[in-house]
Structures are given as structure tokens and as C-alpha cells.
């Protein structure tokens, strides 16, 4: 697409995603998707790695993920939007990649390490779990990445796929560049427990949340724990509800006054709740009524992904080409 550098990021389909997700990648990704031709996956085989035995929600969820990307604002004008199982050639390079792979790099991965201890309700010891970063390094070599949005936690897979590449391009000659790791400039976005928001602490509000579920959950939100009683005077800055003002909030003069009237006990916790949710409304609102007009437009969504994966084949097919030449298999 008109020399534009080329991208990609994906996500797993593991739910519907939450106000985390938004500050920490999607928001990110509106901007990217105007600079760069730019190749967006949720990733249902990476998803079925720790959910194969139960595989019953994966392609609900793939659905949902849809909705909400393009309820924040992902444009399949300008991104290509599509399934991972979709474009087959993200299977074909896994398998080509998993020859040149060590073993010994897959093990020493931490978050293979991590993963497994944290999800021991399921059986994570399977051939696939382990190769998780090399169907990862597919999915960024295919469309010969320049760079990849991802968030912190992402970092110990992008430095094995930059490993990988250097592996290939060592043995077969150079095809593939060094992908880049961009990390998203993301606000801080707590969840309700002040911990990091996430699902799997259920301390989560997710996108897709009405404004009534919404105050609920904010209503109970931990605020300064020092901030006993009323007349207790606060700081914001140990305040995880200031955390998610600072994100919604864009009224300078409106944020001044309530970090001094938290300082000096001038307004409650619920009052300063209740100023967030003027600006969660607008900002959420818009979000809200795209979701809203594309949930019963299944014909549209199926559109989307049909021309979302039909982009990213092009890219793939060319690259499998090359990919086949260059370890020189009979043609
Ligand atoms: N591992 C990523 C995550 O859990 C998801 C992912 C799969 C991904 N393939 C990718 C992210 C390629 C960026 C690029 O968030």
C-alpha cells in the first residue's frame, strides 16, 4: 500500500477487552493506522494454546474483540482487520520457523515460565505452548514488520523473534528485517482494586460496559486509602481514581480543582467520582454507539474480516514465495 512501512499487532480472543486494553494498545493503534499500512490480527490460534481444551468460546470472543476494536475506532478503511486462522500462511511460516527454532531459547523464554505457573488450572505442558513465541515471530515476519506495537510485557517475544529472524536470515539469506519494539506510550489505567487492570482479577471495566455498570463499579472504586473519613484530606497521586481522571479527563482547570479539593477534604471521594463520569460518558458515549450500530450488522462485520484477511493474504502469499525460494525447497 503505497510504500507505506508495514505493521503488525494482534490480540488474543479471550473476552470482551476492558478500559486497560484501550489506554494501553487501541488508542495507540487509531494513531498508527494513519501512518502506516498497518495489519491487525486477533489471534485465534494463540488462543486456543491455553484454551484447547474447552474451545467453545473462542470464536464468540473473536467477535467481540471485532466489536470492540472498531467501537474504539480501528478503521478497516485503513487497517486490515481479519483472523489469524484466517490467512493460512501464519501456520505455514510457524511450522517453516519451528525447523531453524533451539529449544533452549523456548524454555529460557520467561513468560513461558511465568504462564505456566500462573495458569495451573490448565495443562500447559503441550508441544504448541511452548512454540507460542515462534507462531508469534510468523505473525510479525509475514508482513516483514518494521516494528510492533506492544505493551511491556511483550518485550522477552519480540527480542526471540528478533532472534529467529537472525537465525533465517543467517542460514537462508537476508529476507526478513529486525522488527523494532514500539512501545505504546500508555496511561496508567488501574484497575478498581488499584491493581493493574485485568480480567483474571476481575477488578475490570470493560468497553463495553453501560454507563449504569460503570458507576457501580466506579462507585466502589479504592480511592486514597489514607482518605479514611470525608474530612480526611487526600493525594491524588496515590489515588488510582486520579489515575483514570488524568486518561478521561482533558479539562485542565476542572483536574486543578479537584486535586485541590481532595488535598484539602474539600470534596469527597463520590463527588470526584461523579465529575469522572461526565467525562467517561463523553468519552465513551461515541464508543459506545458504534459498538451499538455494528453488533446487529453481521453481514458488515463478516465483510470486514473477508476483506481484512483478503489485504493480508497478499502480503502473506508474496512472502511464502520468498520464504520457499530462499530455503530453496523443489518447486
Ligand atoms: N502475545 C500477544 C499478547 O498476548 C498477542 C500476539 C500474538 C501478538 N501475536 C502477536 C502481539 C504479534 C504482537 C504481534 O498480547
Not at 496511561?187 to 491493581?195: I, Y
Request: proline letters at 5%; aromatic letters at 8%.
Amino acid at each position: 500500500m503505497d510504500g507505506k512501512k508495514k505493521i503488525f499487532s494482534g490480540m488474543r480472543p479471550t473476552g470482551k477487552l476492558h478500559y486497560g486494553h484501550m489506554a494501553g494498545a487501541l488508542i495507540n493503534w487509531v494513531k498508527l493506522q494513519n501512518e502506516y499500512d498497518c495489519y491487525f490480527g486477533i489471534v485465534d490460534w494463540h488462543a486456543l494454546m491455553s484454551d484447547y481444551a474447552d474451545s467453545s468460546k473462542v470464536a464468540a470472543n473473536c467477535q467481540e474483540i471485532l466489536l470492540d476494536w472498531l467501537a474504539v475506532g480501528v478503521d478497516p478503511n485503513k487497517a486490515a482487520i481479519f483472523i489469524q486462522s484466517h490467512v493460512k500462511q501464519h501456520a505455514e511460516l510457524h511450522l517453516a520457523l519451528s525447523m531453524i527454532t533451539p529449544l533452549g531459547w523456548l524454555e529460557r523464554c520467561p513468560t513461558y515460565k511465568d504462564q505456566i505457573l500462573n495458569l495451573q488450572n490448565k495443562d500447559l505442558s503441550t508441544y504448541a505452548f511452548l512454540g507460542y513465541p515462534v507462531l508469534m515471530a510468523a505473525d510479525i515476519m509475514l508482513y516483514k514488520s518494521f516494528a510492533v506495537p506492544v505493551g511491556e510485557d511483550q518485550g522477552p517475544h519480540l527480542e526471540l523473534t528478533r532472534e529467529i529472524v537472525r537465525r533465517f536470515n543467517n542460514f537462508y539469506g537476508d529476507l526478513f528485517p529486525e522488527p523494532e519494539t514500539l512501545l505504546t506510550p500508555s496511561a496508567k489505567m488501574p484497575g478498581l482494586d488499584g491493581r493493574k487492570m485485568s480480567k483474571s482479577y476481575g477488578n475490570a471495566l470493560e468497553i463495553a460496559d453501560d454507563m449504569e455498570t460503570v458507576w457501580n463499579k466506579l462507585r466502589t472504586m479504592t480511592t486514597d486509602p489514607a482518605r479514611y473519613r470525608r474530612t480526611d484530606p487526600g493525594t491524588p497521586e496515590k489515588c488510582p481514581v486520579w489515575d483514570i481522571h488524568k486518561f478521561f479527563n482533558k479539562d485542565e482547570a476542572e483536574l486543578a480543582e479537584i486535586h485541590a479539593g481532595c488535598t484539602s477534604a474539600g470534596i469527597g471521594c463520590v463527588d470526584c467520582k461523579k465529575k469522572l463520569m461526565v467525562h467517561v460518558e463523553a468519552m465513551m458515549g461515541p464508543i459506545h454507539d458504534r459498538r451499538k450500530r455494528y453488533e446487529g450488522d453481521d453481514k458488515a462485520l463478516r465483510e470486514i474480516l473477508e476483506s481484512g484477511a483478503a489485504r493480508a493474504r497478499k502480503i502473506a502469499e508474496q512472502t511464502m514465495d520468498e520464504v520457499y525460494a530462499a530455503i530453496g525447497l523443489l518447486k
